[in-house]
């Protein structure tokens, strides 16, 4: 299984389990020194989703999780088709966290949100769902099949300041900056009371390579 834009792979270490091999993938070397892996067959890539630097058709599927946005879609696309077997599944992955903790941890990060071009323009495709259209318009993959599931996320401190970095317009910052955005969070969950729930929305999104 490829884990495309993965960041650190949580969800290739929630799936290592269940599969031969996970190659998490991501543009950032840096995120990939962060994998949260417990097995041993979770392996890191740098590379482009517009340009994946394994061969063709070697992946029996591939997971694309709150990352899609930073692609372009129909180059990723394209490549996707390319990597994938015949019959492999595309799943893409919305997470979509809710509730007043969560409220709070977004105003504290807010003033960081449109600090780069790249988080801008991610933004615009996030809005447009531009990674559908090009999945629509692929001559490689079938109907787009979907699923809403609703779960609570019941995390740690330590958990929730290691997601929080993770969030696009906060991975970018560093120095001073990133400082000060993690003293924001930080003043958030000092006030948080009882256990830290995070509700959350997950769209699950996948299509079949022809």
């Known amino acids: 299984m490829l ?12 799936v290592a389990s269940v599969v031969r091999m996970v190659v998490a993938i991501d543009v950032s070397a840096a995120m990939l020194t962060g994998l949260t892996n417990e097995s041993a067959n979770v392996y890191p890539l740098a590379s482009r989703a517009e340009k994946l630097a394994v061969r063709n058709e070697c992946a029996d599927a591939a997971i694309v999780a709150n990352a899609f946005h930073w692609f372009d879609a129909d180059l990723a696309v394209a490549e996707f088709a390319r990597v994938l077997r015949r019959s492999a ?17 977004v105003e504290a990060a807010s003033p960081w949100r449109d600090i ?7 933004s615009e495709r996030f809005l447009h769902n531009e990674w559908q259209a090009a999945i629509d318009q692929s001559p490689h993959f079938g109907t787009i099949r979907d699923r809403r599931i609703t779960t609570e996320a019941v995390m740690s401190r330590d958990q929730i300041r290691g997601w ?9 910052l560093e120095g001073d900056q990133l400082g000060a955005a993690m003293k924001s969070v930080d003043a958030v969950l000092k006030e948080a009371d009882g256990s830290l729930v995070i509700p959350h929305t997950l769209d699950l999104h996948w299509s079949a390579r022809r």
Do not use: C, E, K, N
């Open 3 to 14: 884990d495309i834009g993965s960041g650190p792979s949580q969800v290739g270490a929630s």
């Open 89 to 105: 599944v595309l799943a893409v992955v919305w997470y979509r966290p809710q509730g007043h903790l969560y409220d709070q941890l």
């Open 116 to 122: 780069t071009p790249q988080v801008t323009a991610s």
């Open 164 to 172: 929080v970095q993770s969030w696009s317009h906060i991975s970018m």
